[in-house]
């Protein structure tokens, strides 16, 4: 089972851009969808963004033309380019692994711990 890893996270004005990490070791990276979900303070957990192993990609409403949901197989990351930040992106941001066809939060292969994004007004 893939054990996942999130960094990148931090603060950062309006406007402002953040590029999230997810390093993945303990399973065949190249053969999960990747994504991210989010939960902001007091909400419950969203999905954000997710790649499939061939490229193919989906992202919330919320984030599309903002945020862009890459992976390089060959170092086992997935990354997530966050731009034109809002201060209702504040969240903790989560790495998750899985299957395309069953992508549902309650059915993931695997979750990382988090990482802080925290955008100031």
């Known amino acids: 089972q893939a054990q996942l890893v999130e960094s990148g996270g931090g603060l950062v004005q309006t406007g402002g851009s953040l590029r999230l990490s997810c390093a993945a070791s303990g399973g065949i990276f190249s053969t999960y969808t990747m994504g991210w979900f989010r939960q902001a303070p007091g909400k419950e957990r969203e999905f954000v963004a997710r790649m499939s192993r061939i490229g193919g990609i989906t992202y919330a409403d919320s984030v599309k033309g903002r945020f862009a949901i890459s992976r390089d197989n060959a170092k086992n990351t997935v990354y997530l380019q966050m731009n034109t930040l809002k201060p209702e992106d504040t969240a903790v941001y989560y790495c998750?692994?899985?299957?395309?066809?069953?992508?549902?939060?309650?059915?993931?292969?695997?979750w990382g711990r988090g990482t802080l994004v925290t955008v100031s007004s």
């Open positions: 998750a692994a899985g299957r395309w066809g069953d992508w549902d939060a309650n059915k993931l292969d695997a």
